[in-house]
C-alpha cells in the first residue's frame, strides 16, 4: 500500500467519524433549539389568552395561525406535549406541538389546547442535513485532491531519491549524487545517503585492494612452494624411506590449498562485482572444449559421457565465468561420479542440465545445502568443497535459476542452470 493511500485512509476515517459525531450533536442540538423556539411561541399565545380572558372574561377564539381548541372538559395532559394530526389536504399524520392549559372565566373553567405544526421544523432540519452532507463530500474531495497534489509536489525529492538509489552501482566507483530539496527531512536523508555511499565506496576499494594484494602476495609463494616440492619429489630417493610419503602428502596440501585459494579469491571477486564485462558466448563451444580437456579423467573412470546440443543459446557472460560455470558444473560431475557411470550433458534455449551418477545422499541432508561453501559428499574427496558455491555465485550474479536433484532407483544427481 503506498504512503499517500494508507495516509488518505486515516485522512477519511477520522474526518467521517468527526463530521458523523458532530453532526449529530448538531443536529441534537438544533433540534431542541427549534422545538424551544415552537415552545415559547405556544407560551406567548398562552399568554396572549389569558390576558385576553381577564380583560374581556371569556377565552374567545383568537386570530392564530392554528386557532386554539377550548374545551369545557379537562384534557387528559396538561402543559407541553407532542402529537400527529391528520392533515386533510396531505392525508398524512404531521407532527404538531401542543400546549393544554386552564382559563378561569365567571361562568366556570375552560380548558384550551394550543397546537402548531412541527412540519417547518422538519424541513429545516432535513435541510440542514443535506448541507452537510454536501459540505462532507465536498472536504473529502478536497482533502483526498490536496493530498495528491501535495504528493505531486512535496514527494518529487523523495521519488528523485529512489530513481537515484536504484540505478547507484558500487562498482562504478563514485558515491550517491542525489539533488537538493527545500524540505528539511528529504534534505536530512539525502545528506545520511550520500554519506553512507561514501563510506560504503571507501569500504568496497579497501575490500577491492584487500583480494587483489592478498590473491597476488598469496599466489606467488604458494607456487613457489609447489614448484619445490615438485622438484624435491624429483630427487633421488632420500636415505629415509619416510621421506617420500611425507612430500607426497605436503605437495598433495599445497595443491589443495592452492585450489582454495583461486576458489575463495573468485567468490570474493564475484560477490563484489567485479566482473562488469560481458561478452557473447556460445555455450556449445565452451562445452566441446572443456570435455575435451576432461578426457582423460572421463576415460579412467570409464564413463559414458553424452552431450545434447537441441537448440544452442548465445549469452552475454564475462568470458572468466562462464569458463568458471562449465569447468565447476562438470569438473563436479565428473569427480563425484562412479566408475562406469553416466555423465550426460544436456543445452537448451532455456537451460543447461548436467546429469551424473553417483552415491545416494546420507540420510537427512538435502542437495540445496551442497551449494554452501566448504559442504562435500565425501570428507575423503580432496576437493576444497567450493564449486557448486562458484556456481551459485555466478548464477545470482547474472539472476540465473540454479536447482539441484536427486533420483533414486538409480541414483541420478541432476544440477540445472536456467538462464
Not at 524540505?183 to 583480494?211: G, P, V, W
Not at 579469491?265 to 570435455?291: C, H, M, W, Y
Request: aromatic share 6%; net charge neutral.
Amino acid at each position: 500500500m503506498k504512503l499517500l493511500t494508507a495516509t488518505n485512509r486515516y485522512y477519511l476515517g477520522l474526518s467521517v467519524g468527526l463530521f458523523v459525531l458532530c453532526g449529530l450533536l448538531f443536529y441534537e442540538g438544533l433540534q431542541r433549539a427549534l422545538r424551544h423556539e415552537v415552545d415559547e411561541q405556544l407560551l406567548n399565545q398562552q399568554a396572549f389568552i389569558l390576558r385576553k380572558a381577564k380583560l374581556s372574561g371569556t377565552a374567545s377564539v383568537l386570530p392564530f395561525a392554528e386557532p386554539p381548541r377550548i374545551y369545557r372538559t379537562r384534557p387528559p395532559k396538561l402543559g407541553f406535549s407532542d402529537t400527529l394530526l391528520l392533515d386533510v389536504l396531505d392525508q398524512a399524520l404531521v407532527p404538531h406541538r401542543q400546549l393544554a392549559f386552564a382559563v378561569p372565566e365567571p361562568t366556570g373553567t375552560r380548558w384550551v389546547t394550543l397546537r402548531k405544526s412541527l412540519l417547518e421544523t422538519e424541513d429545516i432540519l432535513e435541510l440542514v442535513v443535506a448541507v452537510l452532507g454536501l459540505m462532507l463530500a465536498l472536504l473529502l474531495l478536497g482533502v483526498v485532491g490536496l493530498n495528491r497534489w501535495l504528493a505531486g509536489r512535496l514527494w518529487a525529492p523523495f521519488r528523485h531519491t529512489l530513481v537515484a538509489l536504484r540505478h547507484y552501482d558500487l562498482a562504478q566507483h563514485q558515491p550517491l549524487r542525489l539533488p537538493n530539496s527545500s524540505i528539511a527531512e528529504f534534505a536530512e536523508l539525502n545528506q545520511a545517503l550520500t554519506q553512507m555511499s561514501a563510506r560504503l565506496e571507501a569500504d568496497y576499494q579497501t575490500l577491492k585492494e584487500f583480494t587483489e594484494n592478498a590473491a597476488h602476495e598469496t599466489q606467488t609463494p604458494l607456487a613457489i612452494m609447489q614448484a619445490k616440492l615438485e622438484q624435491l619429489m624429483q630427487l633421488p630417493a632420500s636415505a629415509d624411506p619416510a621421506a617420500a610419503p611425507l612430500l607426497g602428502d605436503l605437495y598433495g596440501a599445497t595443491l589443495r590449498l592452492s585450489r582454495l585459494h583461486q576458489g575463495l579469491t573468485l567468490l570474493s571477486k564475484i560477490e563484489n562485482r567485479q566482473f562488469p564485462g560481458a561478452v557473447p558466448i556460445r555455450l556449445d563451444q565452451l562445452l566441446t572444449e572443456k570435455l575435451h580437456h576432461l578426457r582423460d579423467f572421463t576415460e579412467a573412470k570409464e564413463l559414458q559421457v553424452t552431450l545434447a546440443l537441441p537448440s544452442v543459446p548465445t549469452l552475454h557472460l564475462h568470458p572468466a565465468l562462464a569458463d568458471s560455470l562449465v569447468g565447476n558444473l562438470l569438473q563436479n560431475a565428473v569427480r563425484h561420479n562412479l566408475r562406469g557411470g553416466e555423465l550426460r550433458v544436456t543445452l537448451t534455449a532455456e537451460a543447461l542440465e548436467v546429469l551424473n551418477s553417483g552415491p545416494a545422499l546420507p540420510s537427512g541432508n538435502h542437495p540445496e545445502q551442497f551449494f554452501e561453501r566448504f559442504r562435500k559428499l565425501r570428507n575423503t574427496s580432496d576437493s576444497p568443497g567450493l564449486g557448486l558455491s562458484i556456481v551459485q555465485q555466478i548464477c545470482a550474479y547474472y539472476s540465473f535459476g540454479l536447482s539441484y536433484q536427486v533420483t533414486s532407483e538409480p541414483v541420478r544427481h541432476v544440477v540445472r542452470v536456467r538462464f
